[in-house]
């Protein structure tokens, strides 16, 4: 082989030949681990499923005592039509209001309804209804009362006015817009996508980059003639892929099972997550520079990734009531961004104009990372 | 003499104020075994990667494989096999499957590649292990498979960074029959080992002290010419002169 002089013009490596039997090599290590395999399908189904069944902050047959010294027409018309909505369900009567206290105190009712004495025949002077409810967790209990309220003032409303002319239009109306049901599934499913593609690239990247310099075989790459640039889009292709099934996944429970409509372009829903994708395979390169073992990359993926999402990205707090300061540290997470172009997408059904800021966000902090974790690739490397 | 194939001149290396590698020279032939010895911290590792193209020296000149080590680091990667101190193939993939991918990396066409393997397998005696799982195979086997692999594409030269440790000296003798075999086919061997019966193996060795190389010459001469009876004493010899920690 060596026999004859060395050939001044030796074959230079195929770039594409050797992508591609990177691509194979890296599909390989992704689909021979099992454990990998059930983090990637398993965690998208099962959050899903748990956001949209388990963890709901819509009322759903709340249980609901009634405090009443007189059955008559009305509170009887009250009462039906509390347990007829889905969202009460009477779960038994107290002669007083104190009494249907310790009830709840005792974890056995989460609301309950006071009438005051002889409602219906005083109902044009002092007849009033008191609401009681558990306000342990304040957001839901002033969600027991939202609903409540309404339902008994409408149906109130809707007796007295039969026959006799309306005496006080109601001067304040709320409307729930883009979710007139209020189901938490349309809060919670942009949110998911913003974790999990974020979880999923960024995390499985560093991971994959780590692990080969932990067991040595970056080292042989490197004194290959392969460029580091080859290795490194190499290994993002199969993640990339995998996330675009896992996107596609989400989308479709989402609009299938959990009844979440698609209002807004498929297309830009698509191409804004398409960025956010590349946004996180840059943030997993940019972990795997600082990490050199699989367990670093792990950690510092679940610290600077994993907590600000679930924190500070909007999915489950609203930025809006954070502290000031809270709120601009919100504006450099990219989850935050990601998600509020979602939720005006797939809920609200706006065109692209209106999620123009969120893009371009998304674009510049992606352009930022990828230079700076490439740069950072490149010098480590020498 | 034949073909110089690695050629060093007053090579150094710095970080900082320290001064890993300090000014080596050195020659090494075609189809030889090179023996480069040294304590831990010696600045072997840090010589093998300025001569593969991993790190540029800090002043000096040399060539491998004849590109200069300054501006062609790449063309060099492209002629030298290259196995670490760590076995690293990847574990999660079969015997044929590591060959395959490594013929990719050197461009080597699917042909070559089909050929090249028969005749790996063949010589290591792996034909019944060609789908196993490298995680599968005994630490002395994965060693000569990587062996096998760093060479796949028949390099002119190989570096091994201490490739048989934490294996028996009968597993070590093994595996050095594959050594012979690769420089009769005129591969030059460049090996970094502690385990002096090894260096008994080498054509000729180098030992380093603290960033400098001390002694060069073939085991015979450099017995003689520090009065031992074997490499270790010569080792031990040269060593205990170290100032730097180990």
Redo the contacts between chains.
Sequence with gaps: ???DK?KDI?????TW??F???V??ES??IL??RRTMLILFGLPVTLMLLFGFAIRTDLNDVRTIVVTSSMDETTQRVISALDASPYFSIVGTSPSGREAESVIRKQEADIAIVFSPRFADNRYRDASVQILTDASDPNMGQQYAIYAQSIIAGTIESLYNKGYPVETPSLVSTNMLFNPQMLSAYNFVPGIMGMLLILICAMMTSVSIAREKE???M????????QPLVIIIAKAVPYMLLSIVILATILTMSFFVLDVPLEGSILSIVGISLIYILLALSLGLLVSNLANSQLTALLISAMIMLLPVIMLSGMIFPIESMPKILQWFTAIVPARWYISAMRKLMIMGVSFTYVLKETLILIGMTLLILTISLKKFKTR?? | MSEIVISVRNLTKRFGHFTAVNNISFDVY?GEIFGFLGANGAGKTTAMRML?????PTSGSGTV??FDVMRKG?MI????G????????????TVA?NL???G????MSRNEIKKKTELVLNELGMEQQRDSLVKSLPLGWKQKLAFSTAIFH?P?IV?LDEPTGGVDAATRRQFWQHIYKAAE???TVFVTTHYMDEAEYCDRISIMVDGKISAIGTPDELKHKYQQSDMNGVFTLLARNSTRNE
């Design positions: 082989m060596s026999k060395q030796t074959p230079k490596p195929q030949k050797t591609r039997a990177f194979l090599k390989k290590h021979r681990d067991r040595g075989t080292e042989v790459l490197l004194v290959s003639p392969v490397m020498e | 075609r593969c193209g991993l790190s540029y494989a004849g790449e990667k492209r002629h030298i290259y196995m670490s101190q760590r076995f690293s193939l990847y574990e999660d993939m499957e395959r991918l490594f990719g990396i050197y461009g028949e002119g570096f086919r005129g591969i």
